[in-house]
């Protein structure tokens, strides 16, 4: 499976719908949720791949990427996306962020502009971990260091899952729990604790882009609600904000098809919604 050297970290790739290497298509760029894999990226992709190529990968501390013993910051995710950008001769992309995905996206389109983020499109995302955010990843925190990535598993499911998703589909939810039965924790504190104790925000990134961005938020998400998404199109300088029926925290496994529809379409209309919402001399 490939992997590349960028910031002193193996981080591990996966590219789907470039099947044809004569049709030349636009590259999404997908960044993972804060503790999932590129796994979580096929339902989407499914829809996706005849139109795009597209690119996941897991971030350092995710997957099969390196996993150092610190702590992962969003800063550092930022950084190590660039660097992957550059190392995989991407000169062109779309981002494609889910929650704390949708973060890294946007600091990094703030660093790179437009010129090379064509959009962004923030899913179940924020700009920033206000108080509530940060108890309740103190609360996954405190379940990992007790009782391991399962019982972090049992209290995160009702904060990620919709109701509607998790009763049709809970057998199928909780198989995964069997997947992390045992496994390394300490990665995964790594990873909570980056986000938990990060003071910054996005809001001076989609100021200072000059792309289209993208709000998506399921409807029942309730660790990252319709709010959070509100404030990424205020924040943002050609935004819009699109909810997602019957959805949780993870929309684009629970609605993959309904996600994809929404996704390529504002992709492939970006320019029509870039009417600045805010003029140059507003603060």
């Given at each position: 499976m490939p992997h590349i050297s960028v910031n002193d970290q193996d981080l591990y790739y996966e590219i789907t719908g470039e099947e044809n290497a004569e049709d030349v298509r636009e590259i999404l760029v997908?960044?993972?949720?804060?503790t999932l894999d590129t796994r979580s990226w096929r339902p989407l992709s499914k829809h996706l791949k005849d139109h795009y190529k597209i690119v996941s990968y897991d971030c350092r501390g995710q997957g099969q990427s390196t996993k150092p013993d610190e702590v992962y910051t969003p800063e550092q995710h930022r950084d190590d996306l660039i660097a992957l950008l550059d190392a995989l001769e991407i000169q062109q992309c779309h981002l494609v962020g889910l929650s704390n995905?949708?973060?890294?996206?946007?600091?990094?389109?703030g660093e790179m502009g437009h010129e090379r983020i064509l959009s962004v499109s923030a899913i179940d995302s924020f700009l920033g971990v206000d108080i509530m955010f940060k108890n309740i990843l103190a609360s996954w925190r405190q379940a990992?260091?007790?009782?391991g990535n399962e019982h972090k598993f049992d209290v995160a499911l009702p904060w990620v899952?919709?109701?509607?998703?998790?009763?049709?589909?809970?057998?199928?939810?909780?198989?995964n729990r069997e997947h992390v039965i045992g496994t390394p924790t300490q990665p995964q504190l790594n990873l909570i604790d980056g986000l938990m104790d990060y003071t910054g925000s996005a809001k001076?990134?989609?100021?200072?882009?000059?792309?289209?961005?993208?709000?998506?938020?399921?409807?029942?998400?309730?660790?990252?609600?319709?709010?959070?998404?509100?404030?990424?199109?205020?924040?943002a300088r050609f935004g819009m904000l699109i909810t997602v029926d019957h959805a949780g925290h993870i929309s684009t496994i629970e609605q993959p098809a309904a996600v994809a529809k929404m996704l390529h379409g504002f992709i492939k209309r970006r320019e029509e919604f870039m009417t600045p919402l805010w003029s140059d001399t507003e603060e």
């Amino acid at each position: 499976m490939p992997h590349i050297s960028v910031n002193d970290q193996d981080l591990y790739y996966e590219i789907t719908g470039e099947e044809n290497a004569e049709d030349v298509r636009e590259i999404l760029v997908c960044v993972n949720g804060l503790t999932l894999d590129t796994r979580s990226w096929r339902p989407l992709s499914k829809h996706l791949k005849d139109h795009y190529k597209i690119v996941s990968y897991d971030c350092r501390g995710q997957g099969q990427s390196t996993k150092p013993d610190e702590v992962y910051t969003p800063e550092q995710h930022r950084d190590d996306l660039i660097a992957l950008l550059d190392a995989l001769e991407i000169q062109q992309c779309h981002l494609v962020g889910l929650s704390n995905g949708g973060l890294v996206s946007m600091l990094v389109a703030g660093e790179m502009g437009h010129e090379r983020i064509l959009s962004v499109s923030a899913i179940d995302s924020f700009l920033g971990v206000d108080i509530m955010f940060k108890n309740i990843l103190a609360s996954w925190r405190q379940a990992t260091a007790v009782g391991g990535n399962e019982h972090k598993f049992d209290v995160a499911l009702p904060w990620v899952w919709s109701y509607g998703y998790l009763n049709e589909h809970s057998a199928k939810v909780l198989a995964n729990r069997e997947h992390v039965i045992g496994t390394p924790t300490q990665p995964q504190l790594n990873l909570i604790d980056g986000l938990m104790d990060y003071t910054g925000s996005a809001k001076k990134s989609l100021r200072a882009y000059q792309g289209p961005t993208l709000a998506m938020v399921g409807q029942d998400d309730l660790l990252t609600p319709l709010r959070y998404s509100h404030e990424i199109v205020e924040w943002a300088r050609f935004g819009m904000l699109i909810t997602v029926d019957h959805a949780g925290h993870i929309s684009t496994i629970e609605q993959p098809a309904a996600v994809a529809k929404m996704l390529h379409g504002f992709i492939k209309r970006r320019e029509e919604f870039m009417t600045p919402l805010w003029s140059d001399t507003e603060e």
